[in-house]
């Protein structure tokens, strides 16, 4: 027991120090080219599957456009059903969740870099074997990522726990020996 908690304490800190902090589905925000599935409760035809456009809006039937970018999924059915409550349904019920997260772009020293879909707790080097694995002159240690909204990359360990976020691009860099 006391080995566990030592271990525990010590992955806690490691990634404290290495600045990583996991996404959760409750805490991720939706951006452009995602795609959501919302069901209203009783009216089928009230919803379906749907992109987010990229001026960050969903068009639901009946009730129009709605911003949806920047919403975690919990906040998009409460604004779903805010608007169906505008003269549409007393009570409507509102589930929503995404289907397909925006892509992942590898760039550098990879096999076949390009776009590639982003599937729920992807680290680099899942997506490094996507793209077919490293080229014979890549950085095994090192790698630039930058995040979704960034404009900048920031160098990174390349470790078995490295996480991946939706929309992120990922630069594997040549290395010098």
Same mark, same amino acid.
């Given at each position: 027991?006391?080995?566990?908690?030592?271990g525990?304490?010590?992955l806690?800190?490691?990634?404290?120090?290495?600045g990583f902090t996991?996404q959760?589905?409750?805490?991720?925000r939706l951006?452009s080219?995602?795609?959501?599935?919302?069901d #209203?409760?009783?009216e089928? &035809?009230?919803g379906?599957? +749907?992109v987010?456009? /990229? !001026?960050g %809006?969903?068009?639901?039937p009946?009730i129009?456009?709605i911003?949806a970018?920047?919403?975690?999924?919990a906040?998009l059915?409460?604004?779903?059903a805010?608007?169906?409550?505008?003269g549409?349904?007393?009570?409507?019920?509102?589930t929503?969740?995404v289907?397909t997260?925006?892509?992942?772009y590898?760039?550098?020293?990879v096999n076949?870099?390009?776009?590639?879909?982003y599937?729920?707790?992807?680290? #680099?080097?899942?997506a490094? &074997?996507?793209?077919?694995? +490293?080229?014979?002159? /890549? !950085?095994? %240690?090192?790698?630039f990522?930058?995040?979704a909204?960034?404009?900048?990359?920031?160098p990174?360990p390349?470790?078995?726990d490295t996480?991946?976020?939706?929309?992120d691009?990922?630069?594997?860099g040549e290395r010098?020996f």
């Amino acid at each position: 027991m006391q080995g566990l908690r030592t271990g525990m304490i010590g992955l806690a800190l490691a990634f404290a120090l290495s600045g990583f902090t996991p996404q959760t589905v409750s805490d991720y925000r939706l951006a452009s080219a995602d795609k959501v599935r919302i069901d #209203v409760f009783g009216e089928d &035809a009230l919803g379906g599957e +749907f992109v987010i456009e /990229a !001026n960050g %809006r969903i068009t639901l039937p009946l009730i129009g456009e709605i911003p949806a970018a920047g919403l975690t999924v919990a906040q998009l059915q409460d604004a779903v059903a805010h608007a169906l409550r505008q003269g549409y349904l007393n009570q409507p019920r509102v589930t929503a969740q995404v289907l397909t997260y925006r892509p992942i772009y590898i760039l550098g020293e990879v096999n076949r870099p390009g776009e590639y879909p982003y599937v729920p707790d992807l680290t #680099v080097l899942n997506a490094v &074997a996507t793209a077919q694995g +490293f080229t014979y002159r /890549a !950085n095994t %240690r090192r790698i630039f990522v930058r995040r979704a909204g960034s404009q900048t990359e920031e160098p990174q360990p390349l470790t078995a726990d490295t996480r991946v976020s939706p929309g992120d691009t990922l630069r594997i860099g040549e290395r010098y020996f």
